[in-house]
């Protein structure tokens, strides 16, 4: 199959998955009433005698419709930013939380829940921990002299090892029986929380972001070859990184502020998606983009579904992403564009 088919025929997937996981939940909405609704709120028509809108109007817009967004953005983001991490670094072994950003967030989150009850608070605090944990990564790299793709990533070790450290620091000193149970719950990761406010606001900061990624994926392409490669072509190396860690790192941090911790979605998603179009990055990262958004949708699905009580997102990713990784780290010993 053609590459540009592929993205095609995704594309459509996830709409499709969209628009099926609108109907899926405790209170039971057929595939057409969905149809008929949607229909007549983007043409205006009178809705056909029956469909109360009134109910579906509230069902759709303050429930479902902010969190399968929250799914698509999520996914998408964390798939992109370990694309781009994988790239960039030249190792399909690296995630989005390469260089600290998720524990810096996770640690963020847990600090403003332990001081603030303002949930917009919480969720500044999130976003603020995430970028200073980069900058730390970043500040770290450039204190020596040396391979800079190697300080980094031992950057981001110390910084994610940091940040892990006063995360346990939080959880010790957290009320027991209110507040540590809460940190601990939204560490899982979950689409629960994801009210329709935080997700428009965080939107718009995410798809540009993506589509800046996008626009920069030929880059990329040169960034794999190796710095020096990439210098004698002429590309702006430092630079070209910089901007890239930076957007990666935006989308990475906005991803814990919706839904926590959620983790191996960065790692997988990246190989499975080379697996089908290839490694070229110009088509690698939409597909990445595409094949994320559906994963995460369909698990949502599965974790509010299969139980009575919804089980946290975070558990079945890992579930699913350790194994995948042994898989993935026989295939990482052939070569990284086998």
Known sequence: MRRPAVVTLLTILLAVGAVVSLTLGKYPVTLRDTLLFFTAKVTGCRAPAG???ALLESLFFSIRLPRVVAAILVGSSLSVAGAAFQAMFIN??????LLGVLAGASFGAALGMLLFENWLAVQVSTFAFGFISVLVAVGIARMFRGGAVLLLILGGVISGALFTSLLSVVKYCADPYDKLPAIV???MGGL???????????AVPMVISMMLIISMSGYLNVLSMGDEEARSLGIPVERIRLVMIFLASLVSSLT????GMIGWVGLIIPHITRMLVGPDNRVLIPSSILIGAIYLLLVDNLCRLLFETEIPIGIVTSLVGIPFFVFVMRRARRGWGS
């Not at 629960?192 to 965080?202: I, K, L, M, P, Q």
């Open 92 to 97: 399909p072994l690296v995630s989005p939380s």
């Open 185 to 187: 719950y939204w560490l």
């Open 51 to 53: 469909l109360d809108m």
């Open 192 to 202: 629960s929380y994801a009210d329709a406010g935080t997700v428009w606001f965080a």
């Open 256 to 259: 814990v502020v919706i839904a």
